[in-house]
């Protein structure tokens, strides 16, 4: 058998249960925020009762029976009306279903949650939490310990996004095919913020924090399976799963960051970098290129190269030019320098900086500066290498990158006037 | 993204506090109330604590062996924090509109006290790939 305790392997299963469970009921009561809340009970009465008492032979079965029957006292609890509407929907009284196992409608249910959660109506904040409750079957303590926030603060954030999808009418079924694109797109927009948010440093006091990033993995991974032909879906697992492989090569000991080049490749996770160059691999050879497919790309050359000196910097330029003129996302156009100065050499990089001090949306962005440096450094201008390192230190919102920055700016102080390093220190 | 709101007065400013009449303290804590209320409903209150007054302030270096050294009772133009909200917002504007909101508070005769409001982003611990 397994050597995980019962509990964590419950608490897996649980969670691959919980949209499935949750579609069931709201499928049958048609309130999406009650069902929510009845279906979180169900999953906390199971991690109670199974470890105790084993688990149910139909876990899928059972969740939705005691969901079910939360449902019931909470209609029951309510207004006549209510309660009227509950017998109209659930006449025959509250029934084990039957032993099914997974089908085409828990397919479809567990997509139509992506769907409802990740609403382009709801703020980012409010979409990421109720991802991470309906669909991610966490709790709101959990999610409100992930994210530095007091519980009954999250709460409320969830309680309001239920709200509001409640009062937009939404029907619980799959958008239409030409809502489905604009619609996915918003899903892994949210997937890609919740991964994003898990990116910290590993160490330092927020060890303890659920892994956000894990998270949006497995998210991701199941809407892949759901949607195994979407091209740029395999894109972003993949994005996730070549960024995630570095992460113990990251920080070092003091939870310092390490540039990309300057990580020990052999940290780095091969198992995910071999299952993320597979997947791109085979989005590509589809055909239909979209933005995190080429984010992934990247990913990939990078995560290829046994050595940074290997870097197929020709080919990242390459890649860069297609995404640039795909997403007119400034921060791409700031790769696309530095991969220019790595082909090209640092005054092409520069050239085309200067370019971007008019771009309103990079005013006052530490990034902006952050590479102005590297490149500058790499040009061996050492003082105003210096000088833009700090400014961008001064502009971050990010502690490892201050750290960083600044650590950046005192090393070349203290060598500048009789070095002549550049390029190697360059990102 | 989370930002502090920094409520900052003077000794002065906290004696003059001190004198306003009952109803212009119940009127400012029912201010207080009501806006705490929505920023727990609207799901972005982390934190609110007020701090004691400027007559408990210490100022500690370490002495000799490390002892603390303590300084207090200071001039009366020193500004003071009072107090602080911790918020969990969408954007900057957002905390500009929740410190412009406190800043309005009523003050005696319910005119608007208009305290400044020093508003500092929280630094966050995630970052980009470099």
């Known amino acids: 058998m397994t050597e995980q305790p019962s509990d964590i392997r419950f608490e897996h299963l649980l969670r691959e249960l919980a949209p499935?469970?949750?579609?069931?009921?709201?499928?049958?009561?048609?309130?999406?925020?009650?069902?929510?809340?009845?279906?979180?009970?169900?999953?906390?009465?199971?991690?109670?009762?199974?470890?105790?008492?084993?688990?149910?032979?139909?876990?899928?079965?059972?969740?939705?029976?005691?969901?079910?029957?939360?449902?019931?006292?909470?209609?029951?609890?309510?207004?006549?009306?209510?309660?009227?509407?509950?017998?109209?929907?659930?006449?025959?009284?509250?029934?084990?279903?039957?032993?099914?196992?997974?089908?085409?409608?828990?397919?479809?249910?567990?997509?139509?949650?992506?769907?409802?959660?990740?609403?382009?109506?709801l703020t980012p904040s409010s979409a990421i939490a109720l991802t991470l409750r309906a669909v991610g079957g966490l709790t709101t303590a959990e999610i409100a310990h992930a994210f530095l926030i007091p519980e009954a603060t999250m709460a409320q954030r969830i309680s309001r996004a239920k709200a509001s999808i409640k009062a937009s009418g939404m029907p619980f079924r799959l958008p239409t095919s030409q809502e489905q694109a604009e619609r996915l797109r918003a899903v892994l927009h949210v997937l890609y913020l919740i991964f994003n948010e898990g990116y910290t440093s590993s160490t330092g006091p927020h060890l303890q924090r659920l892994e956000l990033s894990r998270e949006a993995i497995r998210l991701t991974r199941s809407v892949q399976a759901l949607l195994p032909e979407d091209v740029e879906v395999a894109g972003l697992l993949a994005l996730m799963l070549l960024t995630d492989a570095r992460r113990a090569a990251r920080t070092g000991p003091g939870g310092e960051l390490i540039p990309l080049t300057k990580q020990d490749r052999t940290l780095w996770d091969r198992a995910e970098i071999t299952e993320g160059i597979a997947l791109i691999t085979a989005a590509l050879a589809k055909g239909s290129i979209g933005a995190y497919q080429l984010q992934a790309a990247i990913a990939a050359v990078h995560d290829e190269a046994a050595r940074a000196e290997d870097i197929d910097w020709p080919q990242i330029l390459a890649l860069y030019e297609l995404l640039k003129r795909m997403s007119g996302n400034p921060m791409v156009a700031l790769n696309h320098a530095i991969a220019a100065a790595m082909v090209h050499g640092p005054s092409k990089g520069l050239e085309l900086l200067r370019a971007l001090d008019s771009d309103a949306r990079l005013a006052g962005h530490h990034r902006l500066d952050a590479v102005r440096a590297h490149l500058l450094e790499m040009a061996g201008d050492y003082q105003a290498a210096i000088k833009h390192y700090r400014i961008a230190a001064s502009r971050t919102t990010s502690t490892p990158e201050r750290n960083y920055l600044i650590t950046q700016a005192a090393r070349l102080s203290e060598s500048a006037p009789s070095s002549n390093r550049?390029?190697?220190?360059?990102? | 993204m989370k930002y502090i709101l920094l409520m900052n007065?003077?000794?002065?400013?906290?004696?003059?506090?001190?004198?306003?009449?009952?109803?212009?303290?119940?009127?400012?804590?029912?201010?207080?109330?009501?806006?705490?209320?929505?920023?727990?409903?609207?799901?972005?209150?982390?934190?609110?604590?007020?701090?004691?007054?400027?007559?408990?302030?210490?100022?500690?270096?370490?002495?000799?062996?490390?002892a603390p050294v303590t300084d207090g009772v200071f001039p009366e133009a020193k500004e003071f924090l009072l107090g602080y909200w911790i918020v969990d917002v969408e954007s900057p504007e957002r905390a500009y509109e929740i410190a412009a909101r406190l800043s309005v508070g009523p003050g005696p005769g319910g005119v608007p006290t208009n305290m400044p409001i020093e508003v500092r982003q929280i630094m966050s611990r995630k970052s980009d790939d470099l």
């Open chain 1, 422 to 427: 550049g390029v190697d220190q360059a990102l």
């Open chain 2, 9 to 66: 007065g003077t000794k002065a400013g906290v004696d003059t506090y001190r004198a306003w009449s009952e109803k212009d303290i119940h009127t400012h804590f029912a201010f207080l109330k009501s806006l705490n209320q929505d920023l727990r409903e609207s799901g972005e209150l982390v934190a609110n604590e007020p701090l004691g007054g400027p007559e408990q302030a210490r100022v500690v270096r370490a002495g000799k062996n490390g």
């Open chain 1, 20 to 121: 499935q469970v949750l579609g069931a009921i709201i499928r049958r009561f048609h309130d999406f925020a009650a069902a929510e809340d009845a279906v979180q009970e169900a999953l906390l009465a199971a991690t109670l009762q199974w470890p105790r008492e084993g688990q149910p032979h139909n876990p899928r079965g059972w969740l939705i029976h005691v969901a079910s029957r939360r449902m019931m006292d909470y209609l029951r609890s309510e207004e006549a009306r209510q309660r009227r509407e509950a017998e109209a929907a659930f006449p025959s009284g509250c029934q084990a279903p039957e032993a099914g196992i997974e089908n085409e409608t828990d397919q479809e249910d567990t997509l139509t949650l992506f769907f409802m959660c990740c609403h382009p109506s």
